[in-house]
């Protein structure tokens, strides 16, 4: 069996900045108006990370002391943004016909990898009419310090859920970045690089995947490596 794990932003969907914008919020709350993500490298990092990087940057001493402060407040103004914006909110093409195909599909466990903080992850699927349920298994920015370490946790949760382990080796992550990339090379994982966030195919294959598409709507390179042996 095989254990798919899909990256949320940029891959499942984008919500149009929504998530930057509440952050951004958020951080001015907390930690003052020197807070901004200007700069930093968003797309395929940690919230955890993303905040102490931006915090770091403001000068405030003790930032990490309001890191809670903050993932409650960025939650809030996530929920604001998504209501006001959320129609621009977008599912990647060819995501839900994959789900529906995979979700009856035997050889495979369908689950979640993302950096993003787990509260927020219901709220960005909700945003396009999608649920965590479809995710047999999932890991979040908020369970392990990095994202390569996200795949145990996965691994971990998979076994809970299906009474037997899975290897690295079993596990294909899904992505649109090259920390997707790098993630699934540390941990030895199959990697299907989709090129519908902020990375093209190329620079996707430069960053070390073998595998890159520009979309899911075509499903036959990934139901190819669910079909192969070695992922
Ligand atoms: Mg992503």
Redesign the pocket.
């Known amino acids: 069996m095989k254990l798919l794990l899909f990256?949320?932003?940029?891959?499942l969907l984008l919500t149009d900045g929504a998530g930057v914008r509440a952050m951004e919020r958020a951080g001015r709350r907390v930690l003052g108006e020197r807070f901004t993500l200007e700069g930093l490298t968003i797309?395929?990092g940690m919230d955890p990370l993303i905040y102490a990087e931006a915090a770091a940057r403001t000068g405030v001493k003790d930032a990490h002391l309001r890191h809670e402060s903050f993932r409650r407040l960025y939650l809030d103004e996530l929920r604001v943004e998504l209501a006001a914006n959320g129609h621009r909110a977008r599912v990647m093409p060819g995501i839900v016909e994959l789900l529906d195909r995979l979700a009856g599909d035997p050889r495979v466990l369908v689950g979640m990898l993302?950096?993003n903080y787990a509260a927020a992850v219901p709220l960005k699927l909700g945003a396009v009419g999608l649920g965590l349920e479809r995710f047999a298994v999932a890991a979040f920015g908020d369970d392990a310090a990095t994202r390569e370490a996200l795949v145990d946790v996965a691994l971990r949760r998979a076994t809970l859920r299906i009474g037997r382990s899975l290897s690295r080796a079993d596990v294909i992550v899904i992505?649109?970045?090259p920390?997707?990339v790098r993630c699934a090379a540390v941990n030895g994982c199959g990697l299907l690089a989709v090129a519908t966030?902020k990375y093209t195919a190329d620079e996707l294959r430069r960053a070390g995947a073998e595998v890159a598409v520009e979309n899911l709507s075509d499903p036959s390179p990934l139901l190819r490596m669910i079909d192969s042996p070695d992922a």
């Open positions: 990256d949320l932003d940029g891959t797309a395929g993302t950096g992505g649109d970045t920390a997707d966030g």
